[in-house]
């Protein structure tokens, strides 16, 4: 991982950037893959819940919501 990747649980409300790769294994990374997160797209960090979890993006024209846990896993290139 180079300085300028890092994951999705970075980012703070109102930043966006490109997804580079979905880490973890099995399962979680195919959910991740299944609900559009895949290397080459735009993702924006709509908002954050009070306590941080769960957080609020916008991919391919659609809102969803990730635990931070699975956030970790999509690493990012900053714009």
Do not use: H, W
Not at 53 to 79: F, H, Q, T, W
Request: with cysteine.
């Amino acid at each position: 991982m180079n300085k300028k990747d890092r994951s999705l649980k970075d980012l703070r409300p109102g930043q966006s950037a490109k997804i580079v790769s979905i880490g973890g294994t099995g399962a979680l990374k195919r959910r991740l893959i299944d609900m559009g997160l895949t290397p080459g797209c735009d993702v924006f960090v709509r908002k954050m819940a009070p306590l941080g979890d769960p957080i609020e993006i916008n991919i391919r024209g659609y809102e969803l919501s990730l635990r931070k846990d699975d956030a970790k896993n999509i690493l990012l290139l900053s714009e």
